[in-house]
């Protein structure tokens, strides 16, 4: 399992001296991600989260995750930002995105807290209707407003349909280890809830390998092992600072390259709809590490061939402001033909016995010539396939990609102090006491 960078489709935009002179800054930001801080301050615990976690919390865990599996058939993890996205892209990366139809066993897996809209929580509601249900609460802070409120109606619902004590069997909460009043943590121990920790030294969203993802991740029948396998090869592979050897180092150079040329939008672009959750998280761990001081690439996404029939005109003729980072996954789970018809009254015989892979595929490369020719540079990263070592392996892949990407552009890429904006705004218009 592995991430290998192909530069094949940057010929004529990247120059090979540009990567060369780019050689010091990302020396120097090296230096900088290494330099041992404050956990609050720089939370840089992920870089060693693949071989260095709690043993005995991981193995915690994987039973109860077997518990909650033969107890409910519906499994609510209620979260927000780097406390949500990372799970729902883990679980659609490995499971597909139809898993909650169609898998033999274990319990469907939503989510809740990520919005306030109470026509999604109403839906999620009428779902667990005369069904047995568990529900993971995941807050670092413990405070946020989103998952709280959802928490409310969502204990409510349990307690009416188990009464208190049942229901403190099927609450878990993973928030920060402190008992503070009015966190979640003190709530929990009020309660009797079971919890995991959110490790001080890692931030919301470089958490998905901690307790954060991994409870939700494992309900949903995927084998967790595998992916901190994944993300261990990562660091024993990507630890090296040189852009030669180190292709999460030489994408992050890249992507700085392109952006002091002008090139103002990284598009995700994945050609699996189980990749989509997966484009989301690339866009909170980018755009919320890198977009501040007026500064940033903007994160955006696509599947295609989906969206080329929607944005593929803009990308082939409009502004030359976007690049493309491709996700190119080497090898598809299943095997459908194209089937032969005698008739061939569509015509589309010449598609007869080909496998949708291979089709696929060559829409990828269709694209690439001709986004490249129409002036979009195109970054292609080549995955192996869709399974638990290579998400683990792109999590670290890209976590180390960002972070270095920040610290070439100047920025801390571990606060996100805008996003306070609003909800101070919010809170004021809520009357929320001070
Ligand atoms: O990456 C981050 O730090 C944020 O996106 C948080 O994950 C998000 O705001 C949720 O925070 P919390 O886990 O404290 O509820």
């Known amino acids: 399992m592995s991430i290998k960078l192909n530069t094949k489709y940057l010929e004529g935009f990247i120059k090979p001296h540009e990567l060369e002179q780019i050689k ?19 939370p840089t615990g992920w870089i060693d989260l693949p071989v260095n976690y709690d043993k005995e919390e991981f193995d915690r865990i994987i039973t109860t995750a077997e518990r909650i599996r033969k107890t409910c058939d519906i499994f609510i993890a209620i979260g927000i930002g780097g406390s949500y996205l990372g799970a729902r892209a883990a679980i659609e ?8 139809l169609t898998k033999k066993n274990g319990p469907a897996v939503y989510f809740a807290g990520n919005t306030i809209d109470p026509d999604a929580l109403e839906e999620l509601l009428t779902l667990c209707e005369g069904r047995d249900v568990c529900i993971n609460v995941i807050s ?25 004590k049942g229901a403190a069997e099927r609450i878990f909460i993973t928030t920060d280890k402190r008992d503070v009043p009015g966190k979640l943590k003190h709530f929990a121990i009020e309660k009797g809830y079971e919890t995991f920790v959110v490790p001080d030294d890692i931030g919301g969203r470089f958490s998905v390998l901690s307790a954060v993802g991994l409870l939700p991740i494992a309900v949903a029948g995927c084998d967790i092992k595998a992916m901190m396998k994944g993300a261990e090869k990562a660091r024993a592979d990507l630890s090296e600072c040189n852009i030669d050897t180190n292709d999460a180092y030489k994408y992050a150079a890249i992507r700085t390259l392109l952006m002091r040329k002008g090139f103002e939008i990284e598009l995700f672009v994945s050609y699996k709809p189980s990749f989509q959750y997966t ?13 501040k001081d007026k500064k940033g690439l903007f994160p955006a996404s696509v599947i295609y061939s989906t969206d080329l029939h929607s944005m593929g005109q803009y990308l082939q003729d409009g502004k030359r402001i976007i690049f493309e980072t491709v996700i190119d996954v080497i090898s598809s789970k299943s095997c ?27 829409a990828l490369l269709g694209t690439l010539d001709a986004h490249v020719e129409g002036g979009v540079p195109n970054v292609v990263l080549e995955l192996d396939r ?3 070592e290579n998400f683990g392996y792109l999590v670290y892949f890209f976590e180390k990609a960002c972070a270095l990407s920040g610290y070439l552009n100047g920025v801390n890429p571990f606060d996100q102090p805008g996003v306070e904006v609003y909800k101070k705004n919010m809170f004021k218009l809520l009357g929320k006491p001070e």
């Open 24 to 42: 010091r800054e990302v020396a120097t930001a090296h230096d900088v991600l290494l330099e041992k801080g404050e956990p609050s301050e720089k």
């Open 386 to 388: 869709m399974d638990e």
């Open 140 to 164: 670092k802070s413990g405070s946020t407003t989103e998952p709280a409120a959802a928490f409310r109606v969502f204990r409510e619902l349990l307690e009416k349909k188990y009464g208190e």
């Open 279 to 291: 484009n989301e998280w690339l866009k909170q761990l980018f755009g919320e590490s890198e977009g």
């Open 336 to 362: 459908v033909k194209v089937p032969y018809d005698a008739e061939n009254i569509d015509n589309l015989n010449f598609l007869a016995d080909k496998d949708f892979h291979y089709v696929n595929k060559q």
């Open 93 to 100: 990366f490995v499971n597909g995105t139809l898993a909650n």
